[in-house]
């Protein structure tokens, strides 16, 4: 344990704590180059490792509120499984046949396309193109394929999900995370879910973002992200409470074709499954040693994480 979070402690990725100025350089290369949502400045190298259920190591500032940036996708799955647990979601039902909206009118595009990063959804969402976001390697006059076909990153689909789940559950995300899964793990308060400026649903509700791109997302402090992986680990168990039904967690942990190593936004790698946000941010769940590790703002989580014993 002292020789990971020495590791740790020295593993700094060379990125700005503010995090305003970082997304202006990191923008400024991008075919959208604008910072649409709130930030804050970040805090150094943080972590917390979970054994057995039990905190066994922590280092930097584990109760700092920092921004998870694409963390918010393993969240947004999470709001998702609240569906699938209510009845309101098919997995392969297409998301037009349960939500009215302009962007997926007809469209066969189903809850596990826009969960799995295959939709290859084309279109405008709240003023923006879907090819604002480049991390999927896709042009803008790029041919379309089917759905389910090809694995492409993209913020703007992710948000085209949040949109749609929060016109099916008829509130907002946040309010949703809070009630039904941070307030039972005992989270406690200080975090937020956050989505861009402008973006709300006709009845008024703020539509979160799937991460930070732009700025907006998910906000939390290392320890509750270390519940958040617990409850996960634990199929859902916490303490005793059936939080949500075992059943979707191993949906969530079931490989895409197109993507072996991506699940319902969580990542799958050596028979443990992970969040993973920019500043290499990770929350990491492993079965077979019952250990969560939340590490942040390290260059090499991975190599820190492996240490753990």
Request: hydrophobic share 40%; aromatic share 10%; glycine share 12%.
């Amino acid at each position: 344990m002292l020789e990971a979070v020495s590791l740790a402690l020295a593993d700094e990725p060379d990125l700005p704590r503010d995090m305003r100025a970082w997304l202006q350089i990191t923008l400024a290369d991008e075919p959208w180059p604008y910072i649409l949502g709130d930030t804050i400045p970040r805090g150094g190298p943080t972590g917390v490792v979970l054994s057995g259920g039990r905190e066994v190591g922590v280092w930097g500032e584990p109760d700092r509120i920092d921004m998870c940036f694409s963390i918010a996708k393993s969240a947004l799955s999470t709001v998702a499984g609240v569906a699938w647990a209510d009845g309101l979601l098919e997995l392969d039902a297409p998301v037009a046949s349960a939500v009215d909206l302009d962007e997926l009118r007809d469209s066969p595009i189903t809850w596990r396309h826009l969960l799995t990063q295959t939709s290859d959804w084309r279109g405008e969402l709240f003023g923006i193109p879907w090819w604002a976001d480049p991390q999927g390697r896709q042009e803008p006059d790029a041919p379309p394929e089917e759905p389910g076909a090809r694995f492409a990153y993209n913020d703007i689909r992710t948000n085209l999900l949040s949109l749609a789940l929060t016109r099916l559950l008829g509130r907002g995300l946040d309010e949703v995370l809070r009630e039904r899964i941070m307030e039972p793990i005992g989270a406690g308060d200080g975090w937020s879910w956050r989505g861009l400026h402008g973006m709300r649903t006709p009845e008024g509700h703020v539509v979160v973002t799937g991460g930070s791109h732009w700025g907006g997302g998910l906000w939390m402090s290392a320890r509750q992200l270390a519940r958040f992986g617990l409850l996960h680990l634990r199929d859902g168990d916490w303490q005793g409470t059936q939080v949500l039904p075992p059943q979707w967690f191993a949906l969530q942990r079931t490989p895409t074709p197109a993507r072996p190593a991506y699940g319902l936004m969580w990542w799958l790698r050596d028979g443990a499954f992970y969040a993973h946000g920019t500043g290499e941010q990770v929350v990491w769940c492993d079965p077979g040693r019952d250990l969560v590790a939340v590490v942040r703002w390290a260059n090499d989580p991975f190599a820190i994480i492996e240490r753990l014993t």
